[in-house]
């Protein structure tokens, strides 16, 4: 799920800590390792999911090799069904989507999510976010009640969906806990990672080594 840089408009929480222009040359870096990460899955099939406005040729240009979906919705939970919804559609038997905002994200984490969900006692596979929401939701057939009416970008995401889950009697398999990057002090976080000597997020890394960041 991804969407074109702008200053001004993209992770506009990080400003003031960056500056507008800062925000969204970072938020490319997470947008890159992203697709890095898509690229380095095996026995994956890879969309990048972009709104019908944002569908030109900066997508092209950065991910030539990977295919184009278009989010259709006007809410986030609408979007994210008619993407799944769509790939399962064309055929295949296991979908995924993930954030682009969780830039350190380890590969393992999609393909365990598939391993689960190869599981029959697996209906749907969620990995919980440190803030409340998910950074992945995989599942095998649609469930639309589960994403549609739920309010996106709170601290009751997840537990909203999982409520939903059990009151429809869908069996939901938790990843591992991650963070995504939208507050300052997510950033603090992120940075510190990368300086650790995270091998992760190269291109995320290139803009705290060029010292793209504001004081």
Known sequence: MAKRPEPGVTKQRLVPRL????????????LLDTLDLARSLSDVKSFVAVLPVQA???????????????????????????????CLTAGFDHVAAIGSDVPTLPAWHVTKAFDLLADEAVDMVLGPSEDGGYHLIAWKRPYPRLVRPV?????????????????????????????????????????????????????????????DRSD
């Open 19 to 30: 500056s507008p222009d800062e925000a969204a040359r970072l938020y490319e870096c997470f």
């Open 151 to 211: 309010q996106m970008s709170t601290s009751r995401v997840l537990a909203d969906t999982l409520d939903l889950a059990k009151s429809d009697g869908v069996r939901v398999a938790l990843l591992p806990r991650w963070y995504d990057v939208d507050e300052p002090e997510d950033l603090e976080r992120l940075e510190a990672e990368i300086r650790s000597g995270s091998p992760l997020a190269s291109h995320t890394s290139r803009f705290f080594e060029r010292g």
């Open 56 to 86: 030109d040729a900066y997508f092209r240009r950065v991910a030539p090799d990977i295919s184009h979906v278009t989010q259709v919705g006007e809410t986030l939970g609408e979007r994210l069904d008619h993407v799944l919804t769509h």
